[in-house]
């Protein structure tokens, strides 16, 4: 929001589109989510971590908490409170700490400083964490401590091969996995009974011990699991960060300096003014615009004005009705038309609850019912 003055503002409002819950309380207050909504959840988090990627950062504190979700199926990324920029020309990546992202989350390198250098794969690792989790409603990996989280991953996965655990920087995480019993891992349709074979292939590649076996986001989006629902034209991509977007952290700012710096940022979401303050105008204050006096209705009107907001939703959304109509089938159950069924209301599609600051627990009990999921697809199918 654009600040009363120019240069005595002293506070800051970032205004975000509201999301009624997180993945968290998705996947407590539903235990029938369908394998269209499996499908749909992976594809826009891996959606949006291409766009992530593709600028060099990476999140490192991916969790369902940090997973916003309205009722209709829609997921935002959020809390970037731990992210970090990888410039290609500078080893900084080596220096990151090992006590990032939530334990149950955690890929394998960061559980024992293994690696010499992260990498993307370690948001790839959470993601299947996070995927997994939607298909059986609890943590897969829920480690009281590193030494069990390790442990937790190696009876699901195996104990790993002599080159990765060769490769481990730290000693006596290198010495603890060469001294533990050989593990055989369990086939994952054991493990995720009645689940798509599609869908555990991929669970597999993002859930790989060692980060270089991981796919990249790219790569996954191009898994036969997501055959029918991928468009590569609405999976977009940005340039890499520059250093010069830091280049303010190397000079010695005053206050001034730093709230001219914000409000120039502020700038670029209200472009006439924009274009004012490039060509030099001084505004010294900002009037709000009051509130507009109400006009009597007219039906084109409405219906012009109800055209404009379905447009802006889909661009907003990075789709749009051709591209829809453009890739894959119409089948009755796929996730678009699970998404965009008439049958769906903005209360029906997942049942959500209010956010709570408890920590996750399994076994925690709920008040909400989830049957509304079985009456939607009673009615898609009818």
Same mark, same amino acid.
């Given at each position: 929001?654009l600040?009363?003055?120019?240069r005595?503002?002293?506070d800051?409002? &970032?205004?975000? @589109?509201?999301?009624?819950?997180?993945?968290? $309380?998705?996947?407590?207050a539903n235990?029938?989510?369908?394998? @269209?909504?499996? $499908?749909?959840?992976?594809?826009?988090?891996?959606?949006? !971590?291409?766009y992530?990627?593709?600028?060099? &950062?990476f999140?490192?504190?991916?969790?369902?908490?940090?997973?916003?979700?309205? +009722?209709? #199926?829609?997921?935002?990324?959020?809390?970037?409170?731990l /992210?970090?920029?990888?410039?290609?020309?500078?080893?900084? +990546?080596?220096?990151?700490?090992?006590y990032?992202?939530?334990?149950?989350?955690?890929?394998p @390198?960061? #559980? *024992?400083?293994?690696?010499?250098?992260?990498?993307p794969?370690i948001?790839?690792?959470s993601?299947?964490?996070?995927?997994?989790?939607?298909?059986?409603?609890?943590? !897969?990996?829920?480690?009281?401590? &590193?030494?069990?989280?390790?442990?937790?991953?190696?009876?699901?996965?195996?104990t790993?091969?002599?080159?990765?655990?060769?490769?481990i920087?730290n000693e006596? /995480?290198?010495?603890y996995?060469?001294?533990?019993?050989?593990?055989?891992?369990?086939?994952?349709?054991?493990?995720?009974?009645?689940?798509?074979?599609?869908?555990?292939?991929?669970?597999?590649? !993002?859930? /790989?011990?060692?980060?270089?076996?991981?796919?990249? %986001?790219?790569?996954?989006?191009?898994?036969?699991?997501?055959? *029918?629902? %991928?468009?590569?034209?609405?999976e977009?991509?940005?340039q890499?960060?520059?250093k010069?977007?830091?280049?303010?952290?190397?000079?010695k700012?005053?206050?001034d300096?730093?709230?001219e710096?914000?409000?120039?940022?502020?700038?670029?979401?209200h472009p006439?003014m924009?274009?004012?303050?490039l060509r030099?105008g001084?505004?010294?204050?900002?009037?709000?615009?009051?509130?507009?006096?109400?006009?009597?209705?007219?039906?084109?009107?409405?219906?012009?004005?109800?055209?404009?907001?379905?447009?802006?939703?889909s $661009?907003?959304? *990075?789709s749009?009705?051709?591209?829809?109509?453009?890739?894959?089938?119409?089948k009755?159950n796929s996730?678009?038309?699970?998404?965009?069924s008439?049958?769906?209301?903005?209360?029906?599609c997942? *049942?959500?609850? /209010?956010?709570?600051?408890?920590?996750d627990?399994?076994?925690?009990?709920?008040?909400?019912?989830?049957d509304?999921?079985?009456q939607?697809?009673?009615? !898609?199918n009818?």
């Amino acid at each position: 929001m654009l600040p009363p003055s120019r240069r005595e503002f002293r506070d800051i409002y &970032v205004v975000f @589109e509201l999301m009624e819950s997180d993945l968290h $309380q998705v996947i407590k207050a539903n235990d029938d989510l369908t394998p @269209e909504h499996h $499908q749909f959840f992976l594809y826009q988090l891996l959606r949006s !971590l291409k766009y992530i990627h593709s600028a060099n &950062v990476f999140h490192r504190d991916l969790k369902p908490k940090n997973i916003l979700a309205n +009722a209709d #199926c829609k997921l935002k990324i959020c809390d970037f409170g731990l /992210a970090r920029v990888s410039f290609n020309d500078a080893p900084s +990546a080596i220096f990151w700490t090992d006590y990032v992202a939530t334990r149950w989350y955690r890929a394998p @390198e960061l #559980c *024992g400083s293994f690696f010499s250098k992260y990498t993307p794969a370690i948001d790839i690792w959470s993601i299947g964490c996070i995927f997994a989790e939607i298909l059986t409603g609890k943590p !897969l990996f829920p480690g009281k401590n &590193v030494v069990h989280q390790l442990d937790l991953m190696t009876d699901t996965l195996g104990t790993p091969p002599p080159e990765s655990i060769s490769r481990i920087r730290n000693e006596k /995480a290198r010495r603890y996995l060469s001294s533990m019993r050989k593990k055989q891992p369990i086939p994952f349709s054991q493990k995720f009974p009645n689940v798509d074979h599609l869908a555990l292939r991929l669970l597999e590649r !993002l859930l /790989a011990f060692d980060p270089k076996d991981r796919p990249t %986001a790219e790569e996954a989006l191009a898994d036969p699991y997501f055959y *029918g629902l %991928a468009n590569v034209d609405r999976e977009p991509s940005t340039q890499p960060i520059s250093k010069l977007e830091f280049e303010f952290e190397r000079r010695k700012l005053t206050k001034d300096d730093v709230r001219e710096l914000i409000y120039r940022e502020i700038l670029e979401y209200h472009p006439q003014m924009l274009q004012e303050y490039l060509r030099g105008g001084d505004q010294t204050s900002f009037m709000y615009p009051r509130e507009r006096v109400p006009v009597p209705k007219d039906e084109n009107a409405d219906q012009d004005i109800d055209g404009e907001n379905s447009t802006s939703i889909s $661009q907003v959304d *990075g789709s749009n009705a051709n591209a829809e109509g453009q890739n894959g089938s119409n089948k009755p159950n796929s996730a678009r038309s699970l998404v965009k069924s008439a049958s769906i209301s903005a209360s029906k599609c997942v *049942g959500v609850q /209010a956010k709570d600051n408890s920590e996750d627990n399994p076994d925690e009990a709920t008040d909400e019912t989830a049957d509304v999921l079985s009456q939607k697809v009673a009615n !898609l199918n009818a």
